[in-house]
């Protein structure tokens, strides 16, 4: 199969790029090829493909892959997708908002593992992350090339300037790396910024996603401010309450979000509600 990442390509599709989707096309085939590479599709592996845009990365995925589901929500690219890839037994084309789609949908294809594989559009990064977490367990690994900023955010170390709850909520779930860089020159028409490949390795663990997403997105409400002044006004509490509740755990009252590892709010979540909240 040959990789269609080229501008050549994308000009002879007469596919009209769309600001409001945040289309930026890929035009090397070398990062085509190091991002399968790197998300090691292999032909016992189901890949769901969110945005395909004209098929850069489709046509790899299907050749590596014992199936390939592409999700696109651009009417225009239908035709140009189907044209290209409707003849493969291992292919299925969903013409659906991925956000707004049930995630019963997806079929693992009896392949050993799921993987999410995808350039996604910058302005609903997270919002696709956050639903791939809570709503598709059956996704083991994401592979996504994302705003090189959100990238560092995601892969951020606690006390650093990008650690946020973005950072926390994604480490808690995932084992998450910072594969590449990927500059802004190699899309079609190029962004203003240059963008990166992380990758979301889903841990085993038995949490409640959702209580403990609420919890950490109410610490770093207000990042300047203490956690104890962003629990009281989150939950109503006292403050002398929450400081002898962080002090007991061993923090100091003076402690901030950013400074509390993913792994440390599990624990601090679940003695919050037992001892503050139901105490």
């Known amino acids: 199969m040959r990789a269609k990442a080229n501008k050549q390509e994308i000009a002879a599709s007469k596919v009209r790029l769309k ?4 289309q930026n096309f890929l035009t090397e085939k070398n990062i085509v090829e190091k991002i399968v590479r790197t998300a090691d599709v292999d032909k016992d592996t189901n890949v769901i493909e969110i945005g395909p845009g004209i098929g850069a990365l489709t046509e790899l995925l299907i050749d590596q892959s014992k199936f390939t589901t592409a999700v ?10 189907t044209e290209s890839f409707g003849s493969y037994e291992n292919f299925e084309l969903k013409h659906i908002d991925f956000l707004k789609t049930d995630a019963s949908q997806f079929e693992t294809h009896g392949a050993s593992t799921t993987k999410v594989v995808a350039n996604l559009p910058y302005y609903i990064t997270t919002a696709i992350i956050t639903k791939i977490l809570n709503e598709m367990d059956y996704v083991d690994e994401i592979y996504i090339m994302v705003q090189k900023e959100v990238a560092e955010r995601i892969s951020a170390s606690p006390k650093s300037k990008q650690y946020g709850s973005l950072s926390v909520y994604c480490q808690l779930l995932c084992e998450v790396n910072y594969e590449f860089t990927v ?3 190699v899309f079609m028409p190029p962004p203003n910024v240059d963008s990166a490949i992380i990758s979301l390795k889903r841990k085993d663990l038995d949490i ?4 403990i997403e609420k919890f950490v997105q109410n610490a770093f409400k207000q990042k300047r401010k203490t956690l104890v002044n962003n629990l009281n006004k989150a939950y109503g509490v006292d403050k002398p309450t929450i400081t002898a509740f962080l002090e007991g755990l061993g923090y100091k009252p003076s402690v901030r979000a950013e400074e509390i590892s993913p792994e440390e709010y599990i624990n601090m979540q679940s003695k919050f509600k037992e001892e503050v909240i139901n105490g």
């Not at 600001?19 to 945040?22: C, D, E, I, R, V």
């Not at 696109?72 to 997708?81: A, F, G, H, K, T």
């Not at 409640?208 to 209580?211: E, G, Q």
């Open 72 to 81: 696109e929500i651009d009417d225009e690219l239908i035709p140009v997708l």
């Open 208 to 211: 409640d996603i959702k209580t």
């Open 19 to 22: 600001k409001s989707l945040g």
């Open 183 to 185: 500059k802004r020159t």
